[in-house]
C-alpha cells in the first residue's frame, strides 16, 4: 500500500476517533412491564443502589448475533441444485457473566429473578455463619407454578460504548435492546481452596427478538481541546503531532 494511501487510511481512521476497543459497554435491565402491581417483579437485589452494582460488576458480554433459518427450493430450471431462501429470523441465546462482591449482589439478584418465575418463596437468615447452619429448606410438596412471561420478562440494553473528552463511555454508537428477556440458566459458580480469585457468574438468557439503535449522530463537540495522540483518549497516535 503507497504511503499516500496509509496516511489517508489513518486520517480517516482518526476523524471516527480511533478504533473500538472490547473493553467498553454498558448494560442494563428494565423490569415493571406486567400490567398490574401485584404481578409486577418486585426489584430485590436490583434497587436502592444494588442496580449500580449489578451494572458496574458485568465484566462480559456479548453483541446478540443474527442468524436466518432458510428453506430450499428445488426444480427452477433443468440441472439447478437446491437453492437456499430465508423466511424468518432467529434469536439465539446471550450470555453475561458478573464478577460478584462480599455480599454476592449479583448472583442474589439473578437466583431471585429465577425463583420468582417459578413463584419461590423468597426466603432470607441474618448474615452469619450460625443462622446459615440451622436455616430449613421450604416444605417438600411446595409448589413450581411459572408466572405468564409478562410479568417476569424485561428489557435488556446492552450498549457498546465508546470514549469522548468528557467519559469513558460518553459515545454510544450502537445499541442492542432485548424484548422479552429472562434468565433460563445460571451456571455453577466454582468454589476452592488454594490461589484466591474472584468469585464470578454468568447468566443465559433467552429473548424473543432485539432492535438495533444505530447511533449515528455527527457530534463534533467532543473534537474541541481533544489530544488526539494521547492514548487515555483512546486515539493511540493518529495524528501527525501532539495536541493535532
Request: charged share 20%; hydrophobic share 35%.
Amino acid at each position: 500500500m503507497a504511503q499516500h494511501t496509509i496516511d489517508e487510511f489513518m486520517s480517516k481512521i482518526g476523524r471516527q476517533k480511533g478504533m473500538s476497543l472490547t473493553t467498553g459497554f454498558d448494560v442494563f435491565f428494565e423490569f415493571n412491564n406486567a400490567t398490574s402491581d401485584a404481578e409486577r417483579l418486585p426489584l430485590n437485589y436490583y434497587a436502592d443502589g444494588d442496580e449500580d452494582v449489578v451494572h458496574m460488576l458485568c465484566d462480559e458480554a456479548q453483541l446478540p448475533n443474527v442468524q436466518t433459518a432458510t428453506g430450499q427450493l428445488s426444480g427452477r430450471y433443468v440441472g439447478e441444485s437446491g437453492v437456499q431462501y430465508p423466511h424468518s429470523r432467529m434469536f439465539t441465546d446471550v450470555g453475561l457473566g458478573f464478577l460478584c462482591d462480599a455480599k454476592l449482589t449479583p448472583l442474589k439478584f439473578f437466583n431471585w429473578w429465577y425463583q420468582w418465575m417459578f413463584n419461590e418463596e423468597h426466603v432470607t437468615s441474618e448474615n452469619e455463619l450460625y443462622d446459615a447452619m440451622v436455616s430449613s429448606p421450604q416444605p417438600r410438596n411446595r409448589i413450581n407454578r411459572v408466572r405468564y412471561q409478562d410479568d417476569y420478562a424485561a428489557l435488556i440494553k446492552i450498549i457498546k460504548t465508546e470514549p469522548n473528552k468528557n467519559a469513558a463511555n460518553g459515545r454510544a454508537p450502537i445499541t442492542y435492546i432485548l424484548e422479552n428477556a429472562y434468565p433460563y440458566a445460571i451456571d455453577a459458580v466454582p468454589l476452592s481452596y488454594g490461589s484466591s480469585q474472584l468469585t464470578r457468574v454468568n447468566v443465559n438468557f433467552h429473548y424473543s427478538r432485539h432492535t438495533v439503535i444505530y447511533g449515528d449522530g455527527d457530534d463534533t463537540s467532543d473534537i474541541m481541546g481533544l489530544d488526539f495522540d494521547d492514548p487515555a483518549k483512546a486515539n493511540y497516535g493518529l495524528g501527525d503531532g501532539r495536541g493535532e
